[in-house]
């Protein structure tokens, strides 16, 4: 059995301070998610191209899919996230929003992941982050505008 996560929301300058460099990441390797499957991402979501402006960084044991050798990213836990257990809405929040999370205990990797080119299970992808600095508050908003509430979707009075 798994422990729970233990993701806190913290100050930005905490956030900074543990998150700024790529080698505070778990893992043998990490690498930052290629220009395509950032594209990628935003069609998954719905965002126009070229809203994610900042690097998304990723870290594992390995870099590629055990399947098929595609160089695994950012899309392959988006598109796994979208088809399990997360909103459109929840995903551009932690991609573009101001507050910053961390994750208290060094994960021994991201569970439920697939290969968006192949569909084989991923193991060993460990974390994932974005260098966003809160520059992009007014593409959030535009992004959450955009989208089409789902079933799950709490609605705001």
């Known amino acids: 059995m798994t422990s729970p996560r233990r993701t806190k929301a913290v100050p930005d300058q905490l956030f900074r301070r543990v998150y700024d460099s790529p080698a505070s990441l778990p893992g043998e390797e990490r690498w930052v998610t290629s220009q395509q499957d950032v594209e ?3 069609k998954l979501l719905g965002m126009a191209r070229g809203t994610i402006g900042a690097p998304l960084w990723v ?4 870099r590629t899919c055990p399947s098929c050798q595609r160089e695994l990213s950012w ?24 507050q910053k999370f961390v994750n208290s205990e060094v994960p021994r990797q991201i569970e439920g992941v697939r290969c968006h080119g192949c569909g084989a299970a991923v193991e060993g992808l460990r974390s994932f982050k974005c260098h ?14 955009g989208l089409k509430p789902s079933a799950g979707d709490v609605q705001s009075a």
């Open 40 to 42: 990628a991402v935003e």
């Open 59 to 62: 870290s594992g044991d390995f």
């Open 75 to 98: 899309l392959d836990i988006v598109s796994s996230a979208l088809e399990r257990i997360h909103e459109p809405a929840m995903i551009a929040r932690v991609i573009l929003g101001e």
């Open 132 to 145: 966003n600095w809160a520059y992009a508050h007014g593409a959030l908003l535009r992004v959450l505008e």
